[in-house]
């Protein structure tokens, strides 16, 4: 909403303490996590690194795969490397979980944490890429 909208709202009559007041956006809600910090972890998150896909965040929350600061910057580095290498499609391995990531878009598509490894085929990447530990 602009200002002129909410000015438009304002009755100058009104005494200050009854006139309507603009309301917050409220989270999106349904979604795998959607309490509130949740939300507070996925835009830290976010802040500094890649961008995290609706799929790829509620995947996280479902497996348990968290990021430590540590682990957020070598996402970050290593989306940097592939970049100047020209990849695309990517998948990150840490030895806890991996992750697909689109590269130009920066942005995690999906995570699959270590038990679900062991029996999964990746397909469309064309880049791989471990992670530190």
């Known amino acids: 909403m602009n200002v002129r909208q909410l000015a438009g709202r304002i009755d100058p009559g009104q005494p200050a303490s009854l006139r309507e007041r603009p309301q917050a956006e409220a ?4 979604a795998a996590g959607s309490d509130f910090t949740s939300y507070l972890e996925r835009a830290r998150l ?8 609706n799929h790829a965040w ?10 430590t600061e540590a682990q957020q910057r070598s996402l970050n580095e290593a989306l940097q490397h592939l970049e100047s290498k020209g990849a695309r499609d990517a998948l990150l391995m840490r030895s806890d979980a991996a992750f697909v990531v689109n590269v130009p878009n920066r942005t995690v598509v999906t995570a699959i944490d270590r038990h679900e490894l062991q029996h999964r085929v990746f397909t469309q990447i064309d880049s791989a890429m471990l992670l530190d530990p």
Do not use: F, K, L, V
Request: avoid cysteine; charged fraction near 20%.
């Open 27 to 30: 989270p999106p809600r349904g």
């Open 46 to 53: 976010e802040a500094a690194g890649p961008t995290i896909s």
């Open 58 to 67: 509620q995947r996280m929350q479902q497996r348990g795969i968290s990021m």
